[in-house]
Nanobody
Framework: QAQLVESGGGLVQAGGSLRLSCAASGRTFSGYCMGWFRQAPGKEREFVAAISWSGRSTYYADSVKGRFTISRDNAKNTVYLQMNSLKPEDTAVYYC?????????????????????WGKGTLVTVSS
């Protein structure tokens, strides 16, 4: 059965960095766009970043542009989210998602509706 498993979350001070990984298993996701969403305490889930199946196109929420970088390694069936200059408002559970629709469509799904696959999430906590 296809699964997405996130890792790399943890506690970090403001201004620090973390690298999240999302490992897919059970099938190859090279034909899927992949991305990240997050949900902060008391907030709705929101889009963070997406990448096309080829890796040629990427999309970011305005709140993370210039700080976060999404990438993928299809040979390893893994997508990454490099997070730099972290802020307390980045604190959230980060979820990996995969979908057959184009990455541009994933980026427009502000709350992550309609994704084909979801990971269970990894918690990122940024302290002041």
């Amino acid at each position: 059965q296809a699964q997405l498993v996130e890792s790399g979350g943890g506690l970090v001070q403001a201004g620090g960095s973390l690298r999240l990984s999302c490992a897919a298993s059970g099938r190859t996701f090279s034909g899927y766009c992949m991305g990240w969403f997050r949900q902060a305490p008391g907030k709705e889930r929101e889009f963070v970043a997406a990448i096309s199946w080829s890796g040629r196109s990427t999309y970011y929420a305005d709140s993370v542009k210039g700080r976060f970088t999404i990438s993928r390694d299809n040979a390893k069936n893994t997508v990454y989210l490099q997070m730099n200059s972290l802020k307390p408002e980045d604190t959230a559970v980060y979820y990996c998602a995969a979908d057959l629709r184009p990455a541009q469509i994933m980026a427009l799904k502000t709350h992550g509706d309609g994704m084909d696959y979801w990971g269970k999430g990894t918690l990122v906590t940024v302290s002041s």
